[in-house]
């Protein structure tokens, strides 16, 4: 469980699910399986594809929902000849607060380097957003015994440049490449070890008081039957859910994960 200090935040990222008439359906069920009190307890943001970004903003403002709204991924440039590429700038137009970044299906698929990453948090942050910073390690990695090795220059990559403020207001979420979309999650032993790692690393590299205020989460195969053991866990903030995010009732399981602990 999340110190006092730390609100958890429970995010679904749909990936490249979804489309705008879809988005909107999976929303209206989800707002209604929600209360007033789940959003007292936990941030929920919603990372659905960037055309229905539109339509869901819509509807948040229109219903009042309490809903967070977040994007997948950004440029880091305002604007200018980058064909495809959507800005962080105009995101923030649409009202968007949180940001994946550096999600290791960019990284893995699409050659996002560190510094890439680096770049597109200063960005975010720049247009008082919130980045989502995803960190992980692959299967041969982790069976080389290199997964501290990789997930904290990740951490150290992404971080360069900022300031204790900016760190403190962060979200990263750990993402072990081998538990995504796979059904394998980290035991949650496991998840927190590497992320009080995490946890550690930032207070060496910027303050005890970043390291104390910024919010951690896991993300692989996370479900409403396993959310309980993960989010009991000491150093685990929130979590970064793909597949069982498009399900509403599922989603809203995980999101009221308090009112069943440890037993779904
Ligand atoms: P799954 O929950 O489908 O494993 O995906 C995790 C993820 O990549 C979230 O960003």
Redesign the pocket.
């Known amino acids: 469980m999340s110190s006092e200090l730390r609100k958890p935040i429970i995010?679904g990222?749909w990936?490249m699910n979804h489309n705008h008439y879809e988005a909107i359906q999976c929303v209206q069920k989800l707002a209604y399986i929600l209360t007033k009190e789940d959003y007292a307890e936990v941030d929920v943001t919603i990372?659905p594809p960037f055309t229905d970004l539109r339509s869901v903003q819509t509807m948040i403002d229109a219903d009042e929902l309490k809903f967070i709204l977040g994007a997948q991924h950004c440029h880091e440039a305002d604007s200018g000849a980058f064909t495809g590429e959507v800005s962080a700038a105009f995101l923030a137009k649409l009202n968007v607060s949180y940001v994946?970044v550096g999600?290791?299906?960019r990284r893995e698929i699409f050659g996002e380097t560190n510094e890439a990453v680096n770049a597109k948090i200063v960005a975010i942050q720049k247009h008082k957003m919130t980045p989502i910073v995803?960190v992980g390690e692959t299967l041969a990695e982790r069976e080389a015994g290199k997964t501290h090795e990789k997930v904290l220059g990740q951490v150290r990559s992404a971080l360069e440049k900022r300031s204790v403020e900016q760190i403190k207001s962060l979200v990263v979420?750990y993402?072990p490449i081998w538990?995504?979309?796979?059904?394998k999650?980290a035991t949650a032993d496991d998840a927190q070890r590497m992320i009080s790692s995490i946890r550690e690393e930032v207070a060496k590299i910027s303050s005890a008081n970043a390291a104390e205020s910024i919010r951690l989460q896991y993300?692989?195969?996370?479900?409403a039957s396993n959310i309980g053991e993960i989010m009991s866990q000491p150093d685990i903030d929130g979590v970064?859910?793909?597949?069982?995010?498009l399900d509403a009732a599922e989603f809203g399981r995980i999101c009221q994960y308090r009112l069943r602990p440890l037993n779904p």
Not at 179 to 183: C, L, M
Not at 240 to 245: D, F, K, N, R
Request: net charge neutral.
């Open positions: 995010s990222n990936k990372h994946i999600h290791s299906e995803c979420a993402e538990a995504i979309g796979t059904g999650t993300g692989g195969s996370v479900k970064l859910v793909g597949g069982a995010s």
